[in-house]
């Protein structure tokens, strides 16, 4: 069982559930923005090391998906990699969303932060962002941003703002999300 090697996601392995979720977001139906509450799962798995030469990875492979609070169907779900680079001080998210985008997001973190941040810009070649063509040209993420702080009560929050260029909306648009989620096993 990987425990210290993960450094600052250490905290993180195991399944969480949160109802104190807030999306904000585009709407198409009311042309504006709304703001949806919802609950959410998380299921993060314990990896490693990873050997890149002389880079050592640990990391988390996770699940998560959201319901729209008294909804049955999840309105969102990702599937990816939360990573420890000890050696560079880096925590690294890279998830896609079965709309047809992808993160690769990072940042400086120490071995023993309880909040780190990570974030992505469209066109870096290091944390960086793609979307399909569709996307591309409705609703194109320039850029996204979290921070995740892991309570002393046994909590795990994050509040992260993805800006999108948005067909219908007349600036960068702020689509943000947060949530507090307790470990369920």
Same mark, same amino acid.
């Given at each position: ?18 109802? /104190?979720?807030?999306?904000? +977001? ?28 002389? *880079? *050592?990875?640990?990391?988390?492979? #996770?699940?998560? &998906?959201?319901?729209?609070? @008294? ?9 990816? #990699? ?7 001080? *880096? ?11 992808? =993160? ?5 973190? +120490?071995? &023993?932060?309880? *909040? ?7 066109? &870096? /070649?290091?944390? @960086? =962002? ?8 409705? +609703? ?23 800006? =999108?260029? %948005?067909?219908?909306? %007349? ?15």
């Amino acid at each position: 069982m990987l425990g210290s090697e993960l450094g600052p996601l250490e905290g993180l392995v195991g399944n969480w559930e949160g109802d /104190q979720g807030l999306d904000v +977001a585009y709407g198409h139906a009311v042309s504006g923005l709304l703001e949806t509450p919802y609950r959410e799962r998380a299921t993060f798995g314990a990896f490693g090391p990873v050997g890149n030469g002389t *880079q *050592q990875l640990y990391g988390l492979d #996770y699940r998560m &998906s959201a319901w729209r609070t @008294g909804e049955d169907d999840p309105f969102h779900t990702e599937v990816g #990699y939360w990573l420890w680079d000890g050696d560079a001080g *880096q925590v690294v998210r890279c998830f896609m969303v079965p709309r047809g985008s992808t =993160i690769l997001a990072g940042g400086a973190a +120490a071995a &023993s932060d309880r *909040q780190f941040s990570m974030h992505a810009e469209l066109g &870096s /070649q290091t944390y @960086g =962002i793609l979307s399909n063509p569709y996307l591309h040209d409705a +609703a194109r993420t320039t850029a996204y941003r979290v921070t995740v702080t892991l309570g002393d009560d046994g909590t795990y929050a994050y509040d992260q703002e993805t800006t =999108i260029d %948005h067909a219908r909306w %007349h600036e960068p648009l702020a689509h943000t999300d947060k949530n507090v989620l307790r470990r369920v096993d």
